[in-house]
């Protein structure tokens, strides 16, 4: 197991590099910097998939927080010259990069608490 936690621990670093990246590309935009934590739980809108039940909420969560949408949109923003586009994007990619890093991967479909990076911890920080 000690093998599969530095293997988390470094995607969770790859995380930070990749927010570091959003804030630096938001930076040299037009876009004011605090456009990235203003826009943050709007991605979290997958979320609510979870009043139906866990697997159409890992579905609806996992669809919000994988970066193919947020990567075209920046390629997009960036080959079309609109920047609108591609701070959008960088917003995107900002609030997963920043959730990954911090341990909330994309969920398995039978609980919430079942990631791709392991087993989040409830509020008592035992893994649940």
Not at 10 to 20: D, N, S, T
Not at 29 to 58: N, Q, T
Not at 105 to 125: P, V
């Amino acid at each position: 197991m000690d093998d599969f936690r530095k293997f988390v621990t470094h995607l969770k670093f790859e995380a930070l590099a990749l927010a570091l990246l959003m804030i630096a590309l938001t930076y040299i935009s037009d876009a004011p910097l605090w456009v990235l934590p203003a826009s943050f739980l709007v991605f979290d809108i997958g979320i609510i998939g979870y009043i139906k039940d866990s697997r159409f909420g890992a579905l609806t969560y996992n669809f919000t927080h994988d970066l193919t949408i947020p990567t075209l949109l920046i390629a997009a923003g960036v080959f079309f010259s609109n920047e609108i586009v591609a701070v959008m994007g960088y917003c995107w990619t900002f609030h997963i990069a920043v959730d990954r890093s911090l341990g909330f991967g994309l969920k398995h479909k039978h609980s919430f608490h079942e990631t791709h990076l392991g087993k989040l911890k409830n509020k008592n920080g035992v893994k649940s």
